[in-house]
Structure formats: structure tokens, C-alpha cells
């Protein structure tokens, strides 16, 4: 496993992380 396949994982995971709290706080207010 290349550092670069960890990384761009690791990017998409943190973008979706990002999206499901971002969409959670909206739903919230």
C-alpha cells in the first residue's frame, strides 16, 4: 500500500467526516 493511496484515503474519509458533522449542525439548527 502506496503513501499516496493512505493519503488521498485518509483525505476522503476527513471530507466525508466533514460533510456528515456539517449536515448534522444544519439539521440540528
Not at 493511496?5 to 449542525?25: E, G, R, Y
Request: proline share 0%; glycine share 0%.
Amino acid at each position: 500500500m502506496s503513501s499516496d493511496f493512505k493519503l488521498s484515503l485518509m483525505t476522503t474519509v476527513f471530507s466525508l467526516l466533514v460533510i456528515i458533522a456539517f449536515s448534522f449542525t444544519a439539521v440540528m439548527n
